[in-house]
């Protein structure tokens, strides 16, 4: 049998196969960040398709960290039933529902926030020459932040999402904290790889205590900057462990501070899993399961890198955005080779 195709327990939960679908924004929600009957109309057929995990895209948890008009948020209360029905939307058929929540930090559109946006240190992320000059977040508003990631977990939860994940990745907040590019602190939040991890680490925490046991703490890593002088792969191996240490129990493989395009990593990156030989690495120091994405197009290629152990779970984003259907065929090439 295909090794996408077997299934795989994540926390309590049991996936029917190895694919996923990626956050990815689909700008459906409306100016208020509330998840709407798009929303629903956009993941549903995904699920339907034979998808084991759905991850709904990047969540804003405060006003200030939003990245665009049309994102999905879930800072307040009253968020909580428009985003239910996207969960309920994806556990109907037959797939394990996850929300990815998110502060864009540096990233966040300073006309749509209304003021400079708030960052670890007053930098500009690289790669993003339309930025504005961020402010730098005081010891009390980063309080404020982990505090207001935690309310959207529980959010998400009551929502009836399984899975929650935070965003360490593609140049946001967590992101710019732990990056050495875009972290200039001289507090316990900066300098030393330790402290640059201290945000991440102590949000997770914070986040894991706030849920029950049934809820999986996922986090998408950032896995290497693309930059020099950015995060490596050899900081994020180091850095793996300690994430699983303080509760997160399923790692979202990614990279890219500017965003997570191949051109990022050289000409010679594969055009499919350009990501794998992160994920692959990070697989070998941790004990809970691994995502890899990175243009994976075709069933083959996605069953190989899991036969291979590169990854445990497979994230097919572009290629499912342009085809809602791509589970289900990915199912019937793969049984037909069999053959």
């Known amino acids: 049998m295909s090794r996408l195709l077997s299934p795989l327990k994540l926390g309590p939960y049991r996936l029917r196969n190895r694919i996923a679908m990626p956050p990815m924004a689909s700008e459906t929600a409306d100016e208020r960040g509330m998840a709407t009957d798009t929303t629903v109309a956009y993941y549903a057929p995904r699920a339907r398709a034979g998808t084991a995990l759905i991850i709904v895209e990047h969540t804003y948890v405060v006003p200030q960290g939003r990245r665009s008009r049309h994102q999905l948020g879930l800072y307040s209360d009253d968020h909580v039933a428009p985003i239910r029905r996207v969960a309920e939307a994806i556990k109907a058929e037959g797939a394990v529902a996850a929300i990815q929540l998110t502060h864009a930090g540096a990233a966040a559109d300073h006309e749509l926030i209304g003021c400079a946006p708030e960052a670890p240190s007053e930098v500009r992320p690289p790669g993003r020459p339309n930025a504005a000059q961020p402010t730098a977040m005081s010891p009390a508003r980063v309080a404020e932040v982990q505090r207001a990631f935690v309310?959207?977990?529980?959010?998400?939860?009551?929502?009836?999402?399984?899975?929650?994940?935070?965003?360490?990745?593609?140049?946001?907040?967590?992101?710019?904290?732990?990056?050495?590019?875009?972290?200039?602190?001289?507090?316990?939040?900066?300098?030393?790889?330790?402290?640059?991890?201290?945000?991440?680490?102590?949000?997770?925490?914070?986040?894991?205590a706030a849920l029950p046991d049934d809820a999986v703490v996922a986090m998408r890593l950032g896995a290497d900057d693309g930059f020099e002088g950015g995060i490596t792969l050899e900081d994020s191996v180091w850095a793996a462990p300690r994430l699983v240490e303080a509760g997160v129990g399923f790692l979202d493989i990614s990279g890219g501070l500017a965003g997570s395009g191949r051109d990022r990593f050289g000409p010679d990156a594969p055009a499919e899993g350009y990501f794998a030989r992160l994920a692959e690495a990070i697989r070998r120091v941790v004990d809970v399961p691994v995502m890899v994405t990175g243009g994976i197009v075709n069933p083959s290629t996605a069953d190989a890198l899991v036969g291979k152990g590169v990854a445990d779970v497979i994230g097919v984003g572009r290629a499912m955005l342009s085809d809602p259907d791509w589970s289900s065929r990915a199912m019937r090439e793969l049984a037909a080779a069999e053959l």
């Open 151 to 208: 309310d959207a977990a529980v959010r998400a939860w009551r929502a009836g999402f399984q899975v929650i994940e935070l965003h360490a990745a593609h140049g946001y907040l967590l992101n710019q904290f732990f990056s050495p590019l875009t972290n200039l602190r001289s507090d316990a939040y900066g300098g030393s790889m330790e402290n640059r991890l201290r945000f991440s680490l102590e949000t997770v925490a914070m986040v894991r």
